[in-house]
């Protein structure tokens, strides 16, 4: 298989994202003059009680849709977050790597290290990152890049490595966060409506979440490690990263004075966040009353700001660096430098916020995906041939709407019935949810980070003198889903036919 496509073929990335915008203005005037719409039940977020509502697509080739398009392009453009937050890291990325810290720190840490052990730690910490959406996409996949490349690597694979990581873990993690409080939430509303006195533990998924986490971890390593590097092959470049990294006495004074301001931020950022002392707890949020929901939740300063503050604390560290090291570096040529090269990338950012705000505008993902789920009641399924139809359902539903507490709003008072019926529990479906979300999550153009993944592709093909097509781009991680599949279905039914405990007391049936 090769990535590579022929350059008479190649399609740039502004040109699909563009042909995608133009789809998404046709499709919807198509269906919204086909009346395509669709009923549900919602949970409303204040009184928990479900509601009878319809929805509809709306079209964007009006004079409503047209206003739409001239008003908001721009508010929408600033408002996109990959917008920002790419912005934030590069500016802590430059400072951290012209200072010469991350090369220096990269080398330290990792030039004993078997490779296969590096690709698993950043396909673990991809999974993990899931826990604040913002700071895989924008700062582990840049990392990841320059790591592989400090060990003559391609960078792309390092890209590819990170992205999959981030997407095929995204439904998973070895920690609670606020996204199993959102879900729980919900389905313990749609569980209500067959059992009132139905109630769901924030934890009720913590066993096979850890085994699913170590497993797409090692399946994610074995993909790269065969599959990608291979075909990628070496890093060829003439510039200094193929030069032997030499660490000199400067260099270990130089990451002790970095070491010494990093504990600092992390003992400054970790009393932040613990509450009750005096002064304490600054970024948490305090209207919730549990503790995850104040450190993880939608409002919480952590979840706003960690790319932020990693971002900063990267940049702190590497200045602490080069005071250490001696190194005579001019601090504002370093900011300058670290974002003179995005250019490319903001163009993107552009499209894809316009192909994603048009697209949240006519509903279509929304309809489509209740209408899509509305299948389950007409087939009649139970048992593992029920499970199997929801999971691949799932992974169809990653293409139309890209926030799982968004789908799971829609979706969950349509499900979590259905399976309760079949008498399969609603923390299992959720589970299932979880996992076949994860599954296509990396494929779909409409999420906002999947424009990162592609601007950064883009940016290290120039470097390395390969063309790597949009094409190419969903080849490679079409490969990871293949993988991540399987995998997600030897769990699933290892603990459905083993009834094996989700969590503590928590099995796959009623």
């Given at each position: ?306 790319t932020l503050l990693l971002s900063f604390a990267l940049g702190i560290a590497g200045l602490f660096y080069s005071l250490g090291s001696g190194r005579k570096t001019e601090n504002k040529d370093i900011v300058v430098e670290s974002i003179g090269n995005i250019s490319n990338i903001i163009v993107l ?162």
């Amino acid at each position: 298989m090769s990535f590579k496509s022929n350059k008479k073929k190649y399609v740039s990335p502004i040109t699909f994202f563009l042909v995608l915008i133009i789809l998404v203005i046709i499709l919807s005037a198509v269906l919204s003059s086909l009346g395509i719409q669709a009923d549900y039940l919602r949970i409303n977020a204040v009184t928990k009680e479900l509601e009878s509502t319809t929805l509809a697509v709306e079209s964007l080739f009006s004079i409503k849709g047209l206003r739409y398009v001239i008003g908001n392009t721009v508010n929408n453009f600033i408002g996109f977050s990959p917008l920002a937050m790419i912005i934030i890291a590069l500016i802590g990325l430059g400072i951290a790597e012209k200072s010469g810290y991350m090369r220096t720190l990269f080398t330290v840490l990792t030039r004993k290290v078997d490779r296969k052990i590096l690709t698993f730690i950043i396909m673990l910490l991809g999974i993990l990152s899931s826990v604040s959406e913002d700071v895989g996409f924008v700062l582990l996949i840049p990392i990841s890049a320059y790591i592989f490349m400090l060990n003559k690597r391609s960078p792309l694979a390092g890209v590819v490595c990170a992205y999959a990581g981030i997407c095929g873990g995204y439904g998973i993690n070895l920690f609670v966060s606020s996204i199993d409080s959102i879900l729980i939430n919900y389905t313990t509303s749609a569980a209500n409506m067959l059992d009132k006195n139905y109630t769901i533990a924030l934890s009720c998924t913590v066993i096979i979440m850890i085994v699913a986490t170590i497993l797409i971890a090692f399946v994610g390593t074995y993909i790269t490690e065969k599959i990608i590097v291979p075909k990628l092959g070496k890093y060829a470049s003439d510039d200094e990263m193929q030069e032997e990294v030499v660490i000199y006495q400067s260099d270990i004074k130089g990451l002790l004075f970095a070491f010494v301001a990093t504990l600092f931020m992390v003992l400054l950022f970790t009393y932040s966040i613990i509450p009750g002392l005096p002064g304490s707890g600054i970024l948490l949020d305090s209207t919730q009353t549990e503790y995850v929901n104040q450190l993880f939740g939608t409002d919480s300063y952590v979840t706003q700001g960690i790319t932020l503050l990693l971002s900063f604390a990267l940049g702190i560290a590497g200045l602490f660096y080069s005071l250490g090291s001696g190194r005579k570096t001019e601090n504002k040529d370093i900011v300058v430098e670290s974002i003179g090269n995005i250019s490319n990338i903001i163009v993107l950012i552009f499209f894809a916020s316009l192909l994603v705000s048009l697209y949240r505008r006519t509903n279509i993902g929304n309809v489509l995906t209740i209408n899509l789920m509305n299948i389950l009641n007409d087939v009649g399924f139970t048992s593992f041939p029920l499970i199997l139809l929801f999971v691949l359902l799932c992974m169809v539903s990653s293409f139309l709407v890209a926030s799982n507490s968004t789908k799971w709003l829609l979706i969950s008072p349509i499900v979590v019935p259905i399976f309760m019926e079949a008498n399969i529990s609603p923390e299992f479906v959720q589970t299932l949810f979880r996992f076949g979300t994860s599954i296509t999550y990396g494929l779909s153009p409409l999420m906002p980070y999947f424009v990162v993944y592609i601007a950064y592709m883009q940016k290290y093909s120039k470097e390395t003198k390969k063309v790597f097509s949009i094409s190419g781009c969903f080849k490679v991680m079409g490969i990871y889903s293949i993988a991540f599949f399987l995998t997600y279905l030897i769990v699933i039914i290892a603990w459905y036919v083993i009834k094996l405990p989700l969590g503590s007391g928590i099995y796959p049936t009623l």
